[in-house]
């Protein structure tokens, strides 16, 4: 085996290492101590290959994210090219964005739950650097998708629009994170998603079929009304079929 290949496969192990540990414990519980045991490796050659312990977690995040905004900007390419100029649907929208998030979850090659998790932790309690670090990830999928949105929405104020798509991304990111905490407030048994005993694949697809669903219903939702505002209490313009 040539040291290149060697290299990469240690690289690789870190990575995976301390993509487990980092969605377990969190990135302030997780230590390096921790990931070099769990890897087999020694502190150098974590340093060797990212330098410090907030390199490694954005790479860890890079590595899945490049994927995950390609495929975005893919789907909704296709989309946009089928549609043929013409607006798309809200559902259409929702799916190709969220959908594509879930669809890792099915596939451990890329992460998986654990990433799914991963990502869902770090989005409810970030780092400060890590804030930035998603700005620049997102930005260009970002503004695609609302501008799709707004497309798809024409009816709708655009403040409106962002503030049901920033409750999406909070629904989710919870959704994906895990539940317990949200099982001792409620008091309620929601089941394992954690694919330890669904199954990767399935805990993915069962969590789909419930919070897809529910996002598309909240962004159905009647419009806000506020006492002097330009709009009223209103059904949200969208067909049955969206």
């Known amino acids: 085996m040539s040291d290149n290949k060697t ?8 990575l995976d290492v301390a993509e487990r540990l980092f969605m377990a414990h969190g990135y302030e519980g997780t230590s390096m101590r921790m990931i070099t045991g769990d890897a087999e490796v020694n502190l150098a050659a974590v340093n060797y290959h990212f330098g410090s312990k907030e390199a ?39 799916e190709a964005f969220f959908g594509t998030l879930l669809r890792m979850g099915e596939n ?30 997102y930005a260009e ?28 991304l909070g629904a989710m990111s919870y ?3 895990g539940t317990d905490i949200l099982q001792v407030v409620t008091g309620c048994e929601l089941g394992d998603l954690s694919g330890e005993k669904a199954g990767e694949r399935n805990a993915a697809k069962q ?10 219903g909240g962004l159905r939702a009647p419009l806000p009304q506020f006492e002097g505002d330009a709009y009223q209490q209103q059904e949200m313009p969208l067909p049955k079929t969206a």
């Open 7 to 14: 290299s990469q496969d240690t690289r690789e192990r870190i």
């Open 56 to 94: 490694l977690l954005r790479e860890v995040f890079r590595r899945r994210l490049a994927w995950l905004n390609h495929e975005r900007l893919h789907e909704l390419d296709a989309l946009e090219a089928e549609a043929g100029g013409a607006p798309l649907k809200p559902s259409q929208v929702l």
């Open 108 to 137: 451990e090659a890329l992460g998986g739950m654990t990433f799914l998790r991963l990502l869902g932790r770090t989005l409810t309690e970030p780092a400060d650097f890590i804030r930035t670090f998603f700005a620049g990830e």
């Open 141 to 168: 999928v970002i503004e695609r998708y609302k501008l799709a949105l707004f497309r798809a929405l024409p009816d709708v104020p655009k403040a409106e629009i962002i503030w049901r798509f920033h409750f999406m």
């Open 175 to 177: 959704a994906i994170a």
């Open 207 to 216: 969590l789909a079929a419930r919070v897809m669903p529910f996002l598309l």
